[in-house]
Structure formats: structure tokens, C-alpha cells
């Protein structure tokens, strides 16, 4: 498709299945394949430069690129009308190129149309664009000195454990700063037990936030209308599953579950989830203590552990912390809620 980059897809279409038909006379199929074109901003350069698709630097990023891809999804409705046209044209006066080339027509009208027969925007691809403009224009651009440190290295004194739930963003909730927090977000922002063959991924954040960035808060936040909470109090953990990856994950809050269904039998189910998502944040404050190294940090009170709660229908957060001791038989021992504020 590269030879019609600077033609309409109209003619694109027809001259890439007169080659296709030229070229391959013996064989029983056309190959034919229209996915994606380019398009030069000036025809001058279109007879010596030869079309690339691959740039060095960041497309969004650069000013005013000489090649724009032209994807499937810019194809309006009337231009696609219009190529459909020419090629049913192309096949009436070409009688030679047979139901081969009618069958790979509607073949590509398949695949230019969306489920409901529209034909595909670029609504999601324009948004990320806007987005990271924005983000250009408003907030890269105008911190040059934060950006400049940021580009030497990082050092968050937060390391953040947060649901990955769409509307609880943390650093759009506590309005942290580029370099503020190092954030793990996974479903019910939980928190597993110390295990270097399972959940691998969580033991190598903390290290890697604890050892190598030595942050000096671990905050686990939990949240109001948790899905992952919801499924935890939900699953009958019976021995059947109906998800691959979920219910074996939400388990790690299972002692969370045990409590509140212990603790407040007769109350209304809506009710022990409210509960659930406060007491799993307090199992993963538990959890962490199974790390080496936060326990070394809690001892040398370099680190220190706080859970915390959002309420966004309420628009309300909590925060409580975990303090850390030796006994006199030199066990871990915590006590919850030696913190606790609450802002409305």
C-alpha cells in the first residue's frame, strides 16, 4: 500500500488490485489487503522520499510530523462509500478479475464496518491525543525545573497500594505530584503475604520501593463500592470457581471475610462489604510485616505503614497507621489505630 500513499483510497484500492491481478495471472487468489495507508503532508517530496511509518521520536510529541498514518478508523463514511463504488465500477469493466475479487471486497467491507454497521471512529485514538497535549501544553511545559529533576531519577517518599477501579486514581484523589508516589495498583488494593513463588510481582515492587527507592511511607487505601471486595464477600470458596484469576487473588483477603461475617452475622450484606473494604487494607498492613525489609525499616523507623480509606460517594478519606514493636519474646507485634483522622 505504500505506492498509493499520496492517491485517494479510491484509486488506492483499484490501482493495489490491478497490480495485484497483473502480477499473480497464474495464481488463484488476489492478494489484497487494505489496512492502513500513509499520507504526505506535501506532494513535492512524494517522487524522491520513500514512505515510512516508523519515526524516532514520540508522535505526539513532534512538531508538525511530515508522515501522519492514515488508520482504518479515519476512513469516513463517505469515502468508504465511494471506494466500494469504484471497485464494484472496477470489477464491471474488468469482467476477468471474477468472484475472487468480489469476495475480498466484502471481505474488507467487514472489516471497515464496527458491529452495528457504522464505520469505526478514531474517538478513542483522538482522546489519548488530546490527552497527552494537554498534558504537554499545561503541565509538562509549564514545570520545566520539576521535569528536569524527574529526568535524573526518582525519589517518592510514598509507596502506594490502590485498587485499580477507574474512579479512584490516587494520584488524582491525593493530588500527588509527578515523583511524589510509587504506585501499585491490582484489584481490591491488596496486599499479599511474604512468598517469593507466588504473587512475585507484589514481593518485587515492595523491595524495589523499600531497598532501592527507601520510601518512607507504605499507604494501603481501600475504597467505597469495591468490586473486588464485593466478589471476596460474594465467592462461596467451595472448591468451584467461575473466573481464572480473581477469586484465587481476592483470597488473600479471606481473614477480612472470616471477621466481618463473624463479627456482624445478622448484618445487611451492602453493609459487611463497607466493612470488608476497611478490614482487607488492615490484612495487607499485616501482610507487609511478612516482608524482611519492611520489618527492618519499621524497626530502624525509616518506613512506616498506614492504611487509608476513599469514600467517593461520600467524598471522604480516612487514614489510620500501624505501629510497630518488639515484644519481650522479640515477636512482631502491631496495634492498629494508633492514628486516625478523617476528612469530610
Not at 511509518?53 to 469515502?79: C, T, W, Y
Not at 464494484?88 to 471486497?105: D, F, Q
Not at 494537554?134 to 517518592?156: V, W
Request: aromatic share 8%; charged share 20%.
Amino acid at each position: 500500500m505504500a505506492h498509493c500513499s499520496i492517491s485517494t483510497i479510491k484509486s488506492c484500492f483499484a490501482s493495489q488490485l490491478l497490480t495485484s491481478t497483473t502480477t499473480t495471472s497464474t495464481q488463484s487468489k488476489v492478494a489484497f489487503r487494505p489496512v492502513a495507508t500513509a499520507k504526505l503532508n506535501s506532494s513535492s517530496s512524494a517522487a524522491s522520499t520513500p514512505i515510512s511509518l516508523i519515526r524516532n521520536e514520540p508522535v505526539f510529541a513532534a512538531p508538525a510530523p511530515i508522515i501522519h498514518p492514515l488508520l482504518k478508523e479515519d476512513m469516513g463514511k463517505d469515502s468508504y462509500e465511494e471506494a466500494i463504488a469504484a471497485l464494484g465500477k472496477l470489477l464491471s469493466e474488468n469482467g476477468e478479475l471474477g468472484p475472487v475479487a468480489a469476495a475480498r471486497i466484502d471481505e474488507i467491507t467487514a472489516e471497515l464496518k464496527t458491529v452495528d454497521g457504522s464505520v469505526s471512529s478514531s474517538e478513542s485514538i483522538e482522546r489519548l491525543k488530546t490527552g497527552f497535549i494537554h498534558f504537554k501544553k499545561e503541565k509538562y511545559e509549564q514545570n520545566p525545573a520539576l521535569y528536569g529533576e524527574l529526568a535524573k531519577g526518582q525519589s517518592p517518599k510514598f509507596m502506594v497500594f490502590a485498587c485499580s477501579d477507574s474512579r479512584v486514581c490516587p494520584s488524582h484523589v491525593l493530588d500527588f505530584q509527578p515523583g511524589e508516589a510509587f504506585v501499585v495498583r491490582n484489584i481490591a488494593n491488596m496486599v499479599p503475604a511474604y512468598d517469593k513463588t507466588k504473587y512475585s510481582g507484589v514481593g518485587a515492587a515492595i523491595e524495589y520501593g523499600v531497598l532501592h527507592l527507601k520510601v518512607q511511607e507504605i499507604v494501603v487505601i481501600g475504597h467505597s463500592a469495591c468490586g473486588g471486595i464485593k466478589g471476596l464477600m460474594s465467592f462461596p470458596f467451595d472448591g468451584t470457581t467461575s473466573t481464572d484469576f480473581i477469586e484465587d487473588w481476592v483470597k488473600i483477603c479471606l481473614p477480612a471475610k472470616a471477621k466481618i461475617n463473624a463479627q456482624h452475622a445478622e448484618t445487611p450484606f451492602g453493609d459487611k462489604c463497607v466493612l470488608c473494604e476497611k478490614e482487607a487494607v488492615n490484612v495487607s498492613l499485616g501482610n507487609l510485616l511478612s516482608y524482611p525489609f519492611v520489618r527492618e525499616g519499621l524497626v530502624n523507623k525509616t518506613l512506616a505503614l498506614k492504611g487509608g480509606y476513599y469514600d467517593f460517594i461520600k467524598g471522604s478519606f480516612e487514614l489510620w497507621g500501624l505501629e510497630f514493636g518488639l515484644s519481650p519474646s522479640l515477636s512482631v507485634k502491631d496495634v492498629a489505630t494508633i492514628l486516625h483522622w478523617k476528612l469530610l
